[in-house]
């Protein structure tokens, strides 16, 4: 059993439409989790963490996390064309070492 | 040049050639890693190295030769590879081991024929 689970997609969706984006993780000694996004031809880069349960809000994007049923999500408001990228789950370890989900890959659609 | 750069940004090679990776971070972080990435499987980490020193190693294959001189240099040297190593290979640092926010390059695409 893979620890972090991500559907592989693509998730396409309209402009301007609330995206959810989810990944489901098997360690509950898992505390902080973080979401990186990548463009096509370029690395991951940061784009939201949180530690332990909750919610964090940043601009259009809101990340949630669920410990009692080991939920992670990444919400899109008012979703444009230049989201449309790969969206990357992670988990830091006991080691201090990241385990990844596999990406989703997310299309807006003009 | 800023952020994580890596050469060459795409290498096509023979399973008995020998070949390098180059990383190279601006940042002055004191942590990097070589991470290999498949179409639609999880980002897999092959290597940690703290202050130049390596740290984990994730039961990478030998034909997989990492190389430290500083903390801003990393290097991958690749010989014998197999069709299935045929990847993107992504250099990473951050301000320290084990950070949450690691800063990625755009990764060598490589082909094994």
């Known amino acids: 059993q893979k620890e972090v689970e991500q559907d592989p997609g693509p998730l396409s969706v309209p402009e301007g439409a609330i995206v959810s984006l989810n990944c489901t993780y098997s360690n509950s000694a898992f505390q902080y989790f973080m979401w990186y996004r990548q463009y096509s031809r370029k690395g991951p880069e940061l784009l939201m963490y949180t530690y332990s349960s909750g919610n964090k809000e940043d601009g259009r994007f809101t990340a949630q996390v669920d410990k009692s049923s080991k939920y992670i999500s990444l919400f899109i408001r008012d979703s444009q064309p230049s989201d449309s990228a790969t969206y990357l789950c992670a988990a830091m370890d006991s080691n201090y070492q990241l385990i990844w989900g596999a990406g989703t890959k997310l299309i807006i659609k003009p | 040049e800023t952020g994580v750069t890596q050469t060459p940004r795409h290498l096509v090679m023979g399973m008995t050639n020998k070949k390098s990776l180059k990383c190279e971070q601006h940042?002055?972080?004191?942590?990097m890693y070589w991470y290999k990435q498949s179409a639609k499987k999880p980002l897999e980490l092959m290597f940690v190295y703290n202050f130049k020193e390596q740290t984990e190693n994730n039961s990478v294959p030998s034909r997989f030769s990492p190389e430290c001189p500083n903390s801003s240099h990393l290097f991958l040297h690749l010989h014998t590879l197999q069709p299935e190593d045929s990847a993107l290979y992504l250099c990473a640092s951050s301000q320290k081991r084990g950070g949450y926010e690691q800063y990625f390059g755009p990764g060598t695409r490589l082909t094994v024929t």
């Open positions: 940042l002055g972080h004191n942590a």
